[in-house]
């Protein structure tokens, strides 16, 4: 859980703001976007910010224990919307859960990530 981490949140610093930016149109379109991906998955599973091959980025949400990567994308962030991971706090209201996690998003590990994502793919982007 390196994505998350205590006094997190905020607003998105570095390359992944620009990223949502560029995506999304606004990191409140993106958060919006997502927590709804979220709230729509049916029963178990997760919601993701992944990337294409191509360079793109988008929102998906997977059932049960499947990612992104099963679909050939790779996983900059991802939430647990299982209800184990929320159900003690905020029982059967994702949405809320949802809204909360925001403020524990560990934004310099997610600019990891797509620091690893794009040393994967802008060779192949690059040369195509």
Do not use: C
Request: proline share 5%; aromatic share 14%.
């Amino acid at each position: 859980w390196k994505i998350m981490k205590p006094q997190g949140g905020g607003e998105p610093t570095g390359e992944i703001a620009e990223v949502i930016s560029k995506s999304f149109g606004s990191f409140k379109d993106f958060q919006t976007k997502f927590n709804d991906a979220g709230t729509k998955q049916f029963g178990s599973g997760w919601v993701w910010l992944a990337g294409k091959g191509s360079g793109e980025f988008q929102v998906i949400s997977t059932p049960n224990q499947d990612n992104p990567i099963s679909q050939g994308l790779f996983p900059i962030m991802g939430n647990d919307v299982w209800e184990h991971a929320y159900y003690l706090k905020y029982n059967n209201r994702r949405p809320e859960y949802l809204a909360a996690w925001w403020d524990v998003v560990n934004w310099d590990e997610i600019n990891n990530r797509l620091k690893m994502f794009k040393s994967h793919h802008e060779p192949a982007m690059a040369g195509r």
